[in-house]
């Protein structure tokens, strides 16, 4: 078990950092999709939601104007570093950061047409794709590394192994997505059976303070909630759960309706493109650390250098796909074989 607190790697990282205050608190709970989260004021980007002006002033500037759902998690980081070194402008995008509570929402807010695309963990989207929503996944999001996703308890928890998560209950920000999915990879390495725990909805924001409440005796946490627990309550790591069967697994990627690809494939095309020079910049991490402070506040310097990032794929891979939906059977999230070329045809 690991207290997870900014080293003096971080420390020495720090100087090469500007960050901005505050905590971007949206992850969870009732938010809307027409609002972006606080914590993006000051940015210079364009975080207000599905606004009017933003539509008038990409009109007004030849651009093509679109709203794109978005987590406050660094998993989603390649779209914050697109926005900063103005590759959505080059490829004649206006785009507007939607941030969202989970990949839920962000999937059923492009279904009902509120955004033109969206980054959803693949779960969330194979499981709609597999009831008949019409979804097409245009460039791959972000990979695992180890301790990205991790299980966390309280400081001085008398819980120090995963077995000892049995009847007790976890912290999530939705159930049935990759949070439960890879929770429950890891309960099952340790001999825990899934149906022992309960599972709560708690937003990222809030779970390192149900932590040291003791409401909940464990929580699923993304980075850079990982790094801010450990910092500001002293949530310690209990397990990493992107390893063993869940090690380097694809989380994520960005997805449209088909229908809208097919009615603008050039739009699709230059989104695309851009992502995928944003993600060939992210391998640099110095690129990522930039980023952060423009949708990810309240955490100094340090902090961001103590992130753990993820890999952000530059292609799109039938292969690692299917593996997600092929994980998903075995763990009983889907009843039947999922194809996930349907998911990458116009």
């Not at 850079?224 to 069967?245: K, R």
């Amino acid at each position: 078990m690991r207290f997870r607190q900014a080293s003096g790697r971080a420390l020495l990282g720090a100087a090469a950092v500007a960050l901005v205050a505050g905590l971007a608190g949206c992850t969870g709970g009732p938010a809307s999709s027409a609002q972006a989260g606080p914590g993006l004021s000051g940015t210079g980007l364009s975080g207000t939601g599905l606004s009017g002006t933003g539509q008038s002033s990409a009109a007004n500037s030849g651009l093509t104007h679109v709203d794109v759902g978005v987590l406050p998690i660094i998993d989603d980081a390649p779209v914050y570093v697109a926005l900063q070194h103005g590759l959505f402008d080059a490829h004649g995008l206006d785009v507007t950061p939607v941030i969202l509570n989970s990949g839920e929402q962000a999937t059923q807010d492009l279904l009902s047409g509120q955004l033109q695309f969206t980054f959803s963990n693949y779960v969330t989207t194979i499981l709609a794709a597999s009831q008949g929503a019409q979804l097409r996944v245009v460039a791959d999001g972000a990979q695992t590394l180890p301790n990205t996703n991790d299980l966390m308890v309280a400081r001085n928890s008398s819980i120090r192994s995963v077995a000892q998560l049995r009847g007790k209950t976890i912290a999530v920000n939705a159930v049935g997505n990759i949070a439960t999915m890879m929770t429950d990879a890891t309960l099952r390495a340790y001999g825990v059976p899934v149906d022992s725990v309960h599972y709560v909805v708690v937003p990222f924001p809030d779970m390192a303070g149900e932590l040291a409440a003791h409401t909940v005796n464990a929580a699923w946490v993304s980075e850079p909630f990982i790094t801010q627990a450990g910092e500001q309550t002293g949530a310690e790591e209990l397990a990493d759960t992107a390893s063993g069967s869940m090690a380097s697994f694809p989380i994520a990627g960005y997805a449209t309706l088909r229908s809208y690809a097919r009615a603008n494939p050039a739009v699709v095309a230059e989104f695309t493109a851009a992502l995928v020079q944003a993600e060939a910049l992210s391998a640099n991490r110095s690129v990522v650390e930039q980023a952060i402070p423009t949708y990810i506040s309240g955490m100094r310097p340090a902090m961001v250098s103590a992130v753990q990032l993820d890999q952000y794929p530059t292609a799109l891979s039938a292969a690692r796909l299917q593996r997600v939906a092929d994980t998903m059977l075995s763990a009983g999230l889907l009843s039947k074989p999922f194809n996930v070329s349907q998911l990458l045809s116009s």
